[in-house]
């Protein structure tokens, strides 16, 4: 059974940082494409970033310079660094899973930039 489970959100002030986690099981870890993405109240889920089985990463014009995306593959866990976080930067954060045809989800963790 394949599972990606994310954890690491939280409140956190405009301009703060967190770091999400999400840990795979039931899946070759290293030969996965992975990704995270957020879905914002009544908008649709949208990709932030992402990194190929070989390490190469890429982002989304809005997060570059501020969030780092790194896979350990030892440990089966993708992270998501969030820095200098904004409150449009509020969502839910999903991760996924990417290899071919085949594509699984997180649960997702909750994000939310306040003061």
């Known amino acids: 059974q394949v599972q990606l489970v994310e954890s690491g959100g939280g409140l956190v002030q405009p301009g703060g940082s967190l770091r999400l986690s999400c840990a795979a099981s039931?899946?070759?870890?290293?030969?996965?494409?992975m990704r995270w993405y957020v879905q914002a109240p009544g908008k649709q889920r949208e990709l932030v970033a992402g990194?190929?089985?070989?390490?190469?990463?890429a982002y989304v014009d809005s997060v570059k310079g501020r969030f780092t995306i790194s896979r350990d593959n030892a440990k089966n866990t993708v992270y998501l660094q969030m820095n200098s976080l904004k409150p449009e930067d509020t969502a839910v954060y999903y991760c996924?899973?990417?290899?071919?045809?085949?594509?699984?989800w997180g649960q997702g963790t909750q994000v939310t930039v306040s003061s």
């Open positions: 996924s899973a990417l290899k071919f045809s085949e594509t699984y």
């Open positions: 039931g899946i070759i870890f290293s030969m996965y494409t």
């Open positions: 990194i190929s089985t070989g390490g190469t990463t």
